[in-house]
């Protein structure tokens, strides 16, 4: 399909947000030919005046434009208003997210995910809106498991809302079942917002090859993975979407479950993207939209990414003036500070547990490499008859290991 030609509206207070929005633009794969800015309060009909309406039309038939993408959200009657006067596709920042989420949706939950948020966005907006929505054409707000449903009825919306809801309570079981099995294991999340570079540090961490781009929402399906210490010890460490400001109450309650594994972790790796100017504002961003879920009590970790991009100067600057602790700056892209992060994770994930030495004989060694993973062995001392071990050893093994020691 061809490239959609498509031209940004923002807020002249709002400039800060552009560049994201552009962001979210080139994610959602269009091109953008033109930024158009304005100032004052939203009309409440239209959003735009008169005077920036015809000046946006004029914009959008010189310069054959297929999209006009709002960096708010826009209500069912501005809307409709809009479309009335411009002759395409009208994309508020909503629409624009959904359409991103529905490109990145893989798996089974995601997808179902991705179409019960475009079908509660879409219900208060369906009223009026058959002429421009047969001239969408498919494209960027039209994309995902939802776009076939586009002009059903509002009694077949509510229906297919109350299916999708069950099918998702139903993973939501299976999931719940499949996190039962692996309790005894610590565990870790890395959020943060989007574009942070989560998960690149994910593949460094894990070894894997997950999808890390330049762009938002790379990451949508919750992975969860095992990590293994050159020790042997091991935890799980799962990467989630990534946070934004704004984020459509839509999509807060939808994705509910691909947020839900950071209930259940033990300590949260908070991803920041330090070179962006305004890493502060994405901080308060996430942590405040985590006090909201319930879980601000849980160890973080900050992560300062990306300092690869700071300049000598700026980065010894962050290092005096950013006094949260625990916190690591590092590169995931240059595994620079990754040692140090490593560290930072085994103190928070064993903060409590007790240091033993020990001697293993030989005869038992076998047994007790089936606990090996779940003990954090600092020292290890072959002598002729056993095995002599410094570790951390959580109260639970504690038994297990008197068991198998001289």
Do not use: C
Not at 158 to 167: D, W
Not at 211 to 227: I, N, Q, S, Y
Request: no cysteine.
């Amino acid at each position: 399909m061809e490239i959609e030609k498509a031209i940004l509206v923002a807020k002249i207070e709002n400039l800060d947000d552009l560049e994201e929005l552009k962001l979210l633009a080139k994610t959602a794969g269009v091109l953008v030919k033109d930024v158009l800015v304005f100032g004052g309060e939203p009309d409440p009909s239209s959003f735009l005046r008169i005077g920036k309406l015809n000046e946006l039309k004029d914009l959008v038939l010189r310069n054959q434009i297929d999209v006009v993408i709002f960096n708010n959200e826009l209500t069912p009657v501005q809307l409709r208003n809009i479309e009335r006067e411009i002759p395409v596709k009208i994309v508020d920042r909503t629409m624009l997210i959904l359409d991103i989420f529905a490109q990145h949706a893989m798996t089974k939950e995601g997808k179902i995910q991705v179409e019960l948020a475009q079908l509660q966005y879409l219900l208060p907006r369906l009223v009026g809106r058959g002429e421009a929505l047969s001239r969408l054409g498919g494209g960027i707000g039209t994309r995902g498991p939802g776009e076939t449903k586009l002009e059903i009825d509002r009694r077949k919306i509510r229906r297919r809302v109350h299916t999708l809801k069950n099918e998702l309570e139903e993973l939501r079981k299976e999931r719940e079942v499949q996190r039962k099995k692996r309790l005894d294991i610590p565990q870790i999340a890395l959020v943060g917002y989007t574009n942070a570079g989560k998960s690149t540090l994910f593949n460094v961490l894990t070894g894997e090859n997950a999808k890390a781009e330049d762009l938002l929402f790379a990451t949508l399906d919750p992975m969860v993975r095992r990590v293994k210490f050159e020790n042997g010890w091991e935890f799980l460490i799962s990467d989630t979407v990534g946070f934004i400001r704004n984020l459509p109450e839509e999509l807060l309650t939808a994705f509910r479950a691909t947020l839900e594994e950071i209930y259940y972790v033990d300590v949260i790796l908070h991803v920041i993207d330090v070179s962006n100017k305004n890493f502060e504002m994405h901080i308060e961003t996430v942590e405040s939209l985590l006090e909201e879920m319930g879980i601000e009590d849980k160890p973080i970790i900050r992560v300062y990414n990306k300092i690869d991009l700071l300049t000598k100067a700026e980065l010894a600057y962050l290092r005096k003036e950013l006094f949260y602790r625990p916190s690591v700056f590092i590169s995931a892209y240059h595994k620079i500070g990754i040692k140090k992060l490593k560290g930072a994770i085994v103190k928070e994930l064993l903060k409590g547990v007790r240091t033993y030495k020990f001697k293993i004989p030989y005869e038992r060694w076998g047994t007790f490499q089936k606990i090996k993973s779940r003990i954090y062995i600092e020292e290890e001392k072959y002598q002729d008859n056993f095995v002599e071990i410094k570790a951390k050893v959580p109260k639970e093994y504690k038994k297990v290991l008197d068991s198998l020691r001289l």
